[in-house]
């Protein structure tokens, strides 16, 4: 679970939303080194299913070794047959739980470059897969996703999208060191914010409070110098203007207010193809 954490004044939040936006647009293939194959995995969650998006990029200088895994007669050919078994491979090198129950992978399509482009390092392996599971109950919700696959000389990784469903609402990221594995906390239902420029207001620590224990997802728009005070408690992000003057933090908020509103009613439209704010967690 992810506790509120403060973002102290506009360049903080500027620098959170520019790190949500270069995760949510990947890592081209031009950024990894030539002696490591490049795994990078895009989870995308829904209150009933998850769907995943794996780019396997492998460098030139290792290149020869996933080309040999994957033609394995070693005609120089990747038939239709050995592409699939590769695919396959990749898939079965995954683990993904939701709230510690495994999920079963199901492998929907795989597509592949040339063995030219792949042995020049610039090809890219697309493997796409998505699992069902029941339809989620409002609440708290937790998917763990490792990726095993050639773990030699690979680096990884991972990232949640921003959901497509207006009902699921992520909290939290962790990744291991070597982003091999990640933990999404993330919540089914509405969200609720509270505005408090003391972080004392009696009736948004209650509100807070109990929209938490319903499982919503709760944004507190707080003040004062205490970090927030007993409603940061209660947040699962916490944006907190530290000053005492009543007039400041009522000014920061709207500013806060309009600049999220704005990032997020310009990705819904389309137009600028950064993702909306999405809070990471630590």
Do not use: C
């Amino acid at each position: 679970m992810t506790t509120g954490r403060p973002l102290r004044a506009s360049k903080t939040l500027r620098a959170a939303l520019s790190l949500a936006i270069v995760f949510a647009l990947g890592v081209g293939a031009s950024a990894h080194r030539l002696d490591e194959f490049l795994q990078a995995a895009r989870i995308d969650l829904r209150d009933d299913g998850i769907a995943i998006d794996l780019a396997l990029t492998p460098g030139a200088d290792v290149a020869d070794s996933i080309v040999a895994m994957i033609d394995g007669d070693r005609n120089g050919v990747m038939s239709a047959h050995e592409r699939d078994a590769y695919a396959k491979a990749v898939v079965g090198g995954l683990l993904v739980t939701l709230d510690g129950a495994r999920l079963a992978l199901r492998l929907n399509d795989a597509s592949f470059p040339t063995m030219d482009e792949l042995r020049t390092g610039d090809g890219t392996i697309r493997v796409r897969l998505d699992a069902s599971h029941s339809l989620l109950s409002n609440g708290r919700h937790q998917l763990f996703f490792s990726n095993g696959h050639h773990a030699g000389r690979s680096v990884y990784l991972a990232n949640a999208l921003v959901p497509a469903s207006t009902r699921v609402s992520v909290s939290g990221q962790r990744r291991t060191f070597d982003q091999r594995e990640l933990t999404i906390d993330y919540s089914v239902g509405l969200a609720q914010a509270g505005f408090t420029t003391s972080g004392r207001s009696e009736n948004v620590v209650r509100g807070l409070a109990t929209a938490r224990r319903a499982g919503a997802t709760t944004v507190l728009f707080g003040g004062g110098t205490a970090g927030g005070g007993p409603a940061a408690a209660h947040a699962d992000f916490a944006l907190i203007v530290p000053s005492g003057t009543t007039a400041r933090v009522q000014e920061m908020h709207l500013l806060l207010l309009h600049t999220l509103s704005e990032a997020v009613d310009a990705w819904a439209a389309g137009e600028t193809g950064e993702a909306a704010p999405q809070g990471t967690g630590g």
